[in-house]
Structure formats: structure tokens, C-alpha cells
């Protein structure tokens, strides 16, 4: 019989306690854990292997900090605006409607935009991350391979072109001059069937394009494009939009890199959410990304949010809107896709997204619609202090 202590900050919950032990008795000969505030102490009968397991208790007490948790960090700063700030971003053109749902941007909220999308992108650079582009349109073979059709059917934009033969595209010329009268187009039978469908999310891609891997090493990848959503505001403003701009951080690789990557991400994350002096949380979504049967099977899984949100305080609205989501897919994509770890087994995986847009509206929001009254420590982190 042998001992190794390990300190703690604080003491886990019993279902993170439960994590950490499962993880280490599957490995080794454990008799017992003894959890106290400052540290755990473990009896073990392994007295070869001490280093080694004293590295996975340490490495598994740290991916399980927060998977209990409902509310994992909050960015509780005073709120200095409470009026809504896009009627003075629509009169100096920064922000011009072009349909509901719809904007084109320029100005400073192009700036911070963009700034923003550099600075998550920086952030993937700290892990290694692979850049990638990816189209913005999805084959209608990928839908199919993660049941998007029949999970999100409301969200679906799907595109076609018109029939490829002479009569058709007669007709549907001398049909929508700009003479007729029409203000949508019917999908009739001058319209060949849909191939492929606007992009809902930025990541599938790359878990596509790993299609039938074997040895997949663990890695990181990032990305931003255009994502698509068949919705709009009800108050026609920059909250929802049917098209708007997500940078992702995805990691695919084992189950235990996976869980640890999210982990250090959520780290990251709240201090991004911190430089950006912005009222923000990070807390369990009620929306879980899709949870498959194998999920739930998993000793580890029972216990693990799926999914946490980047949630905005918007003063005017007096609500929260997501800025961003933290996701576990489990092993979904590595099943769809047929995707193998290197140590064989399916490959699991994870995406942190944030929308650009969106939060780059409740910046506007909280910090004004001036760039002059934002917090300089603010400008300085986003590079527009110059
Ligand atoms: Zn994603």
C-alpha cells in the first residue's frame, strides 16, 4: 500500500469526485480516495506506476472543475449604457438594414468586428490550431450523414438552381423580368432539386473532411465563415440574424483530450470575456447539442454539460442573448463520419464558437455606441487603440 497526495484550491463536488475516481480506478488499483478542502489523498496498491497516476489524478481533477457546474464563470462588471445604441449606428452608417435579418456593416462596427474575429483567432493560434476555409454551402450528403433535415428542419435554407434545359430557363426569364409582378420565387416545376443547402454552422465541415480517418492524431482546427438560420429578429435588430459570421475552435481527437481541451478553452474564454470588460456569462444552454444514446451510457458523460453558453447582458433589451456556444458533441461526428482516434478508438469531438455580430453588438451596447467612451483597456486588447 502506498499514498499520493495531490493539493486542491477547493473541494469538488461529489460528482466530480465520482469523475476523477472512476477515470483513476479504471486505470489502476486504487482502495481509496480521501477528499479533503485542500487536497485529495489517494491509497493505492500500484507502487510502480505512482508518477503516472498521480499525473492522471491531477489531469482528470482539472477537466472536471466545472462539470457539474450550471454557471461557470460571470464577468459581473457595472453596466455603464442602457440605451440602445443602433439607431446611431444606422445614422452614421455603420450598420445599414438591407432586409430583416440582414445588415451590411461598415465603420467602427466593421473594426470591432473584425478585431474581434482576429482576436479568437489568436486565441486558436495559442492551441496550435490548424486554419482552415471551408465553403459555405453543405452537399446535401452531409445533412444526410448527421440527420440535419430531420433534427433542425426549421432552420434549413436550401438552394437550387433553375432546371438545365432550354424551356425551363425560357420560361423563368420571360417570368421574373423585372416587369413582372413577383416577390418571391416559387420553387415550381421550373426548379431542379436542391444539391446542397447554406451552411447552418462553421465546423461540420472539418469533421467532414476527416471522413474515414484512421490515426487521427489529437489536434485543433479553427475557422469563420457566413452560417445561415432560417430566422430573424422580431425587432428587426442586430440580436438574431439569418446570416452573420462565427470563428470556431474545434478539437477532435480521444475522449480525455477532448474533455481536457474544452476545459482549457473555458479558461481562455473567460479571460477573452474578461479583456472585453463586457457583462457576460458562461452557463449550461438549455438546448443541448444533439445527445446521442452512446452519451448517455458513459460513465463520464452522465455528469458532463453538452453544452454552455456565452451569454451577453443587453441593457435595453434587459435580456441575455448567446454570443457564443461551448460544445461536446460526444462521439457524433466521429460515428457519422467514421472518424478514428489514434489510439483506435472513435474519435470524439468539440467546437467553441463565437458570433461576431452578435457580439459585437452587445459591445455596442454595453460600452456605447462611441468608441471614444469605451474602456481603453478594451480598445488597447482589440488592437484599436491606435
Ligand atoms: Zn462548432
Not at 112 to 139: C, G, I, R, T, Y
Not at 146 to 157: K, N, S
Amino acid at each position: 500500500m502506498a499514498e499520493i497526495r495531490i493539493d486542491l484550491d477547493t473541494l469538488p463536488t461529489p460528482e466530480q469526485a465520482a469523475f476523477v475516481e472512476a477515470a483513476v480506478r479504471n486505470s489502476f488499483r486504487v482502495s481509496a480516495f480521501d477528499w479533503q478542502s485542500d487536497g485529495v489523498t489517494i491509497t493505492h496498491e500500484d507502487t510502480d506506476s505512482t508518477d503516472a497516476m498521480a499525473a492522471m489524478a491531477r489531469r482528470f481533477t482539472f477537466i472536471a472543475k466545472n462539470i457539474d457546474k450550471d454557471l461557470v464563470f460571470h464577468n459581473d462588471v457595472p453596466i455603464r449604457f442602457t440605451d440602445d445604441p443602433q439607431p446611431e449606428l444606422e445614422r452614421r452608417r455603420d450598420v445599414i438594414p438591407i432586409e430583416p435579418g440582414f445588415y451590411s456593416f461598415q465603420g467602427d462596427v466593421l473594426r470591432v468586428l473584425h478585431a474581434l474575429n482576429h482576436s479568437v483567432q489568436k486565441m486558436a493560434a495559442e492551441f496550435d490550431a490548424v486554419e482552415q476555409e471551408h465553403p459555405a454551402v453543405w452537399p446535401v450528403r452531409l445533412f444526410k450523414m448527421i440527420d440535419y433535415f430531420r433534427e433542425f428542419p426549421q432552420q434549413m435554407i436550401l438552394c437550387a438552381p433553375v432546371k438545365d434545359d432550354f424551356k425551363s430557363r425560357s420560361e423563368f426569364s420571360k417570368r421574373f423580368g423585372n416587369d413582372a409582378d413577383f416577390e418571391t420565387v416559387p420553387m415550381d416545376e421550373l426548379m431542379a432539386d436542391a444539391k446542397y443547402g447554406l451552411q447552418p454552422a462553421v465546423c461540420d465541415c472539418c469533421y467532414y473532411t476527416l471522413e474515414g480517418a484512421k490515426n487521427l492524431q489529437n489536434g485543433f482546427y479553427t475557422t469563420a465563415n457566413r452560417v445561415f438560420r432560417n430566422e430573424s429578429s422580431a425587432t428587426n435588430q442586430l440580436d438574431r440574424l439569418t446570416n452573420f459570421t462565427v470563428r470556431d475552435i474545434m478539437f477532435v481527437g480521444n475522449e480525455e483530450f477532448v474533455l481536457e481541451s474544452r476545459q482549457r478553452i473555458i479558461e481562455r474564454l473567460s479571460k477573452f470575456l474578461t479583456s472585453l470588460g463586457v457583462n457576460a456569462k458562461i452557463e449550461t444552454a438549455n438546448d443541448p447539442f444533439f445527445a446521442n444514446e452512446s452519451a448517455m451510457k458513459s460513465v463520464f458523460q452522465n455528469v458532463h454539460r453538452l453544452k454552455y453558453e456565452l451569454l451577453a447582458y443587453i441593457p435595453h433589451l434587459d435580456k441575455e442573448i448567446a454570443t457564443g456556444s461551448i460544445n461536446l458533441h460526444t462521439d457524433f461526428f466521429g460515428r457519422a463520419f467514421n472518424i478514428e482516434a489514434s489510439d483506435g478508438s472513435v474519435a470524439h469531438s468539440g467546437c467553441i464558437g463565437v458570433g461576431m455580430e452578435r457580439m459585437t453588438y452587445a459591445l455596442f451596447c454595453q460600452h456605447g455606441a462611441d468608441l471614444k467612451d469605451w474602456p481603453h483597456p478594451v480598445l488597447s486588447f482589440l488592437g484599436l487603440d491606435a
